[in-house]
């Protein structure tokens, strides 16, 4: 962590696909953390395909498709990539997988790269050449279907909770499952990765529901950048283990999105070996709670409120809460597509909007909760902690909706969060540039940075 000169009140912070500027008052002491630095991957390509040819835990993918082969000659892949808002360089991953999968045996016309979209929109055909490029020339590329029963693959009730178990039948069908991924920490899985590219991306509506039911939500061991000890983790490694996914392909990006590690193999063997890295990159230190935190985002997370809400919800379920009770939580964000226009984004904004209170979401979410509901309770539970602002936004009355403050630009969010916190004759401020690539921990010990 290091402190801002205390003559220079100029900061940025990210916006849409540039950045903000604004000032600080004379009475805001400020300070920034950011992901440790770690050296991009000179040529990401080249990365995935060292990584490729050593993959940890498992046979290289072309030899698991030579025993697909061998098993039905007729064999079939599919290739499960991450949606429009994650980062995941996928037009730079799924090329050598495709090689891999020719090499042994299983050409492009019987492979097919599913988009994990869940509950969030479909992608439009420009939307898919933006996010795999040339591949969408060499395969059929499709979108998942959260919301089709006929197109689900039932697997049975998942433990420890019984979550009832539905892939597409197209993944459960296929007899090579392949996942792409970026590791980095998730609110509930601990670590995101090509285990949930698979699990929850490409499941049907009942699953979606079920883990991110309160049941999940008030566990203890549901927590940001946390495995062990996490039924939701337990629950979306064995859906996609059932699912059929044999073999991941993912990634850590650091702040900027570049490609800081590569690693490919067996699932489980992927994700530690990442989790290692990005716990190393994202974990800082910081030494007390604060009063304010601008938490910044960019695209393609800022895209809409629901992604957006979570740069808030990180920095209040860190280890300790980054905020101080009382304090706020200001997040530049552009919207430029409101809340969201998938029908779990939308279930997200009628709750919060319906609602009377903070209170009143989490209540009703213990009654009932639907598929993308889970992200109101979130948004919620951080309300009852602290003010949220969203500034700079495109959809200032979508903000409103949701119960949240809407400000014109930084500035104006600072002087709103100021009189929130009384009007101190000193406030502290953090400023995390890239609030969800960034796991700041109170009391950490300073080996840590």
């Not at 178990?165 to 392949?178: E, H, S, W």
């Not at 996914?245 to 590690?261: G, I, Q």
């Not at 905020?323 to 706020?328: L, M, Q, S």
């Not at 779990?344 to 979410?365: K, N, T």
């Given at each position: 962590?290091?402190?801002?000169?205390?003559?220079?009140?100029?900061?940025?912070?990210?916006?849409?696909?540039?950045?903000?500027?604004?000032?600080?008052?004379?009475?805001?002491?400020?300070?920034?953390?950011?992901?440790?630095?770690?050296?991009?991957?000179?040529?990401?390509?080249?990365?995935?395909?060292?990584?490729?040819?050593?993959?940890?835990?498992?046979?290289?993918?072309?030899?698991?498709?030579?025993?697909?082969?061998?098993?039905?000659?007729?064999?079939?892949?599919?290739?499960?990539?991450?949606?429009?808002?994650?980062?995941?360089?996928?037009?730079?991953?799924?090329?050598?997988?495709?090689?891999?999968?020719?090499?042994?045996?299983?050409?492009?016309?019987?492979?097919?790269?599913?988009?994990?979209?869940?509950?969030?929109?479909?992608?439009?055909?420009?939307?898919?050449?933006?996010?795999?490029?040339?591949?969408?020339?060499?395969?059929?590329?499709?979108?998942?279907?959260?919301?089709?029963?006929?197109?689900?693959?039932?697997?049975?009730?998942?433990?420890?909770?019984?979550?009832?178990?539905?892939?597409?039948?197209?993944?459960?069908?296929?007899?090579?499952?392949?996942?792409?991924?970026?590791?980095?920490?998730?609110?509930?899985?601990?670590?995101?990765?090509?285990?949930?590219?698979?699990?929850?991306?490409?499941?049907?509506?009942?699953?979606?529901?079920?883990?991110?039911?309160?049941?999940?939500?008030?566990?203890?061991?549901?927590?940001?950048?946390?495995?062990?000890?996490?039924?939701?983790?337990?629950?979306?490694?064995?859906?996609?283990?059932?699912?059929?996914?044999?073999?991941?392909?993912?990634?850590?990006?650091?702040?900027?999105?570049?490609?800081?590690?590569?690693?490919?193999?067996?699932?489980?063997?992927?994700?530690?070996?990442?989790?290692?890295?990005?716990?190393?990159?994202?974990?800082?230190?910081?030494?007390?709670?604060?009063?304010?935190?601008?938490?910044?985002?960019?695209?393609?997370?800022?895209?809409?409120?629901?992604?957006?809400?979570?740069?808030?919800?990180?920095?209040?379920?860190?280890?300790?809460?980054?905020?101080?009770?009382?304090?706020?939580?200001?997040?530049?964000?552009?919207?430029?597509?409101?809340?969201?226009?998938?029908?779990?984004?939308?279930?997200?904004?009628?709750?919060?909007?319906?609602?009377?209170?903070?209170?009143?979401?989490?209540?009703?979410?213990?009654?009932?909760?639907?598929?993308?509901?889970?992200?109101?309770?979130?948004?919620?539970?951080?309300?009852?902690?602290?003010?949220?602002?969203?500034?700079?936004?495109?959809?200032?009355?979508?903000?409103?909706?949701?119960?949240?403050?809407?400000?014109?630009?930084?500035?104006?969010?600072?002087?709103?969060?100021?009189?929130?916190?009384?009007?101190?004759?000193?406030?502290?401020?953090?400023?995390?540039?890239?609030?969800?690539?960034?796991?700041?921990?109170?009391g950490a010990p300073a080996s840590a940075s």
């Amino acid at each position: 962590m290091q402190r801002a000169p205390g003559e220079d009140r100029l900061h940025r912070v990210p916006y849409g696909h540039g950045e903000l500027a604004f000032m600080v008052q004379p009475w805001f002491d400020v300070d920034v953390v950011e992901s440790r630095h770690m050296p991009p991957v000179p040529d990401p390509a080249a990365a995935a395909a060292d990584a490729l040819a050593r993959p940890h835990g498992s046979a290289r993918l072309r030899e698991l498709a030579r025993d697909a082969v061998r098993a039905n000659a007729a064999a079939r892949a599919v290739i499960a990539v991450t949606d429009l808002t994650r980062g995941s360089p996928d037009a730079v991953l799924v090329p050598p997988l495709l090689d891999e999968l020719h090499a042994g045996g299983i050409p492009g016309e019987r492979t097919t790269v599913i988009v994990a979209v869940g509950l969030h929109r479909a992608t439009t055909d420009a939307e898919k050449r933006e996010k795999l490029g040339g591949v969408v020339d060499r395969v059929r590329v499709i979108d998942s279907d959260g919301n089709d029963p006929a197109k689900w693959a039932a697997l049975g009730p998942i433990p420890p909770y019984g979550v009832p178990g539905f892939t597409q039948k197209l993944v459960k069908d296929a007899d090579l499952v392949v996942a792409t991924g970026i590791v980095e920490p998730h609110q509930y899985a601990g670590w995101s990765g090509g285990r949930k590219t698979v699990a929850i991306g490409c499941c049907g509506e009942p699953v979606i529901t079920a883990t991110h039911g309160m049941r999940f939500l008030e566990d203890p061991g549901v927590r940001l950048a946390r495995i062990e000890g996490n039924p939701f983790h337990e629950t979306v490694t064995e859906i996609a283990r059932r699912a059929g996914l044999r073999f991941c392909l993912n990634v850590v990006t650091d702040d900027r999105e570049r490609v800081v590690a590569v690693a490919a193999g067996a699932p489980d063997d992927v994700l530690r070996a990442l989790v290692e890295v990005g716990t190393r990159l994202y974990t800082r230190p910081i030494g007390k709670q604060y009063d304010i935190v601008i938490a910044g985002v960019g695209k393609p997370k800022d895209v809409n409120l629901y992604q957006a809400s979570r740069a808030a919800t990180y920095l209040r379920f860190a280890p300790t809460p980054v905020v101080r009770e009382g304090g706020a939580i200001v997040i530049p964000a552009q919207l430029d597509e409101g809340a969201g226009e998938g029908v779990g984004e939308q279930r997200f904004l009628a709750a919060l909007e319906r609602a009377e209170s903070p209170s009143a979401v989490v209540e009703a979410a213990r009654r009932r909760l639907a598929g993308g509901e889970q992200r109101a309770v979130m948004v919620a539970l951080t309300l009852q902690h602290c003010m949220v602002i969203v500034a700079a936004s495109e959809s200032p009355e979508v903000v409103r909706l949701a119960k949240l403050r809407a400000a014109v630009d930084v500035e104006e969010a600072l002087d709103i969060a100021y009189e929130h916190i009384g009007r101190p004759p000193r406030a502290s401020v953090l400023l995390v540039p890239r609030a969800l690539h960034t796991l700041p921990v109170v009391g950490a010990p300073a080996s840590a940075s």
